[in-house]
């Protein structure tokens, strides 16, 4: 008997078996991978076509083994694109394993040429899985970051809807709880990677966002798969530190916090009115929280800087004692001179250190730093300006 008659004779007899192999196969599917017994029947269909798809393509290869190029389509055209989401490269290898295994025992006894054929064509099967799940997830990564570019780009501007927490969810977002904006520059050789990696050792979840040369981060505290250790909650100030050498030269402004994800808009204007005039603080720290800049965003026109301002500086202090107000006005003054303050209250230098102790107590800023100073002397006009309490008596013109 000839090769070429040999060959034929084999290929024939293979295709009066491919059912029953496609039918070994699945009952092994079945024996073997917990996985596949546990699938939806109609996945279990879908893997049925995929391991029937395989031993027809095989077939065909066997007749033809110039063929190779159609192996993926071959295989995978069968099965639905759905299918790729749901069986892992882990769980597809597992099958052709499964698959490559029946049809051995059962081509056995034809040679050594067969044996080789197969062992062969499931090494050429294998690379085209791989390849076929390396373009699923190229395609996956680049529609995962358009989707998170545009939920950044949604926090930055404020124009949440309905669809934010779905979209949210799509890109696996860990986070829980509290969250703040993070926001610098970007540097010149930007690796997400590695600043997603440096976030997860600190148990916490980032959406990452690239404007130009600005580098904007949500951060938020989060269980994350497969963390067995346990990590020591940082505030958002320490995890904005460890991130900081991630972040490209110049300033580095942390928003405040804010109660869940949906709020983050709240500490992103904040976070970017900071970044922008952060250069007119000249030793502001890197990373600086953007209430310290507040007396800097409110100069520069930030209404919200400018409430915040009243609310937690002057308001409170009026309300707890006009006395305090007075004595802070004064202090800030005289430069803050305890003595020349004295003089103009008339009360004793003690009295005015007790007094700034309780504005301190207060609000919990302290006036004797001239930072703080500045800042609680931004307050106090803002809060002045309209308050018929403290608006100073204008002079009576003269009688002509």
Known sequence: MTDDSSKAETLAWLRRIS?????????????????????????????????????????????????????????????????????????????????????????????????????????????????????????????????????????????????????????????????????????????????????????????????????VLVIGRADLPGRVEPVPELTFLEIAARLEPGFGPGHLVLGPTVPALVDASQSARAALAGFAVAGAWRHAPRPVEADDLLPERALAGDPVAKATLVERIYRPLLAHS?????????????????????????VHPNTVRYRLKRVSDVIGWDATGPREALILQTALILGSIGNDLTRRRAPQSRRS
């Not at 006395?323 to 008339?346: I, Q």
């Open 322 to 346: 006009a006395d305090l107000v007075a004595t802070l006005w004064s202090y800030l003054d005289n430069g803050r001179s305890l003595e020349a303050t004295a003089r103009e209250l008339f």
């Open 19 to 215: 059912g029953d192999l496609a039918t070994a196969t699945i009952n092994r599917l079945e024996e073997t991978l917990p996985w596949y017994a546990e699938m939806p029947p109609a996945r279990r269909s879908s893997v049925g076509l995929v391991a029937q798809a395989g031993i027809t393509s095989f077939i065909q290869w066997y007749e033809d083994p110039t063929s190779t190029p159609r192996i993926a389509a071959d295989i995978f055209a069968a099965a639905p694109r759905e299918l790729l989401r749901s069986v892992s490269l882990t769980q597809t290898l597992q099958l052709v394993r499964v698959t490559v295994e029946v049809t051995e025992e059962r081509v056995a006894h034809r040679g050594d040429d067969v044996r080789e054929a197969i062992l062969k064509y499931s090494r050429d099967v294998a690379f085209a899985a791989a390849d076929v799940y390396a373009r699923a997830a190229e395609a996956r990564g680049l529609w995962d970051a358009r989707l998170e570019a545009l939920v950044v780009d949604s926090i930055l501007t404020g124009e949440t809807d309905e669809e934010l927490p779905s979209r949210i969810a799509a890109l696996g977002w860990h986070g829980h709880g509290a969250v703040a904006v993070l926001v610098g520059t970007a540097p010149p050789q930007f690796d997400v990677d590695q600043l997603r990696r440096a976030a997860r050792k600190m148990g916490v979840d980032v959406l990452v966002g690239v404007q130009g040369l600005r580098l």
